[in-house]
């Protein structure tokens, strides 16, 4: 299966999932620093840019996901930049 299928096959079944009833309705994984489909769409599409740009080069993908990581579990208060390009 090739990526852009793969990915497809991700995205069309995480969006085709049953609405939750009641309390549970748009709630998904709520609170602080929980998961919400927002934040996997943008992670989705910055490990597939991290992929495509670096492909043939395993280093630098590793380098780019960790960069992914980092960069996404960083704040103001514990800055997490240790990976990311200076440019």
């Given at each position: 299966?090739?990526?852009?299928?793969?990915?497809?096959?991700?995205?069309?079944?995480?969006?085709?999932?049953?609405?939750?009833q009641?309390?549970?309705?748009?709630?998904?994984?709520?609170?602080?620093?929980?998961?919400?489909?927002?934040?996997?769409?943008?992670?989705?599409?910055?490990y597939?840019?991290?992929?495509?740009?670096?492909?043939?080069?395993?280093?630098?993908?590793?380098?780019?996901?960790?960069?992914?990581?980092?960069?996404?579990?960083s704040?103001?208060?514990?800055?997490?930049?240790?990976?990311?390009?200076?440019?």
């Amino acid at each position: 299966m090739c990526r852009a299928h793969a990915k497809k096959v991700r995205n069309t079944s995480s969006s085709t999932k049953s609405p939750k009833q009641g309390s549970e309705a748009g709630k998904g994984l709520s609170g602080l620093g929980h998961l919400t489909d927002k934040k996997i769409d943008t992670l989705q599409n910055y490990y597939g840019m991290a992929k495509r740009q670096n492909a043939g080069n395993l280093q630098a993908m590793v380098l780019a996901v960790k960069s992914v990581l980092d960069h996404v579990a960083s704040s103001d208060t514990d800055p997490k930049h240790q990976h990311c390009d200076p440019h």
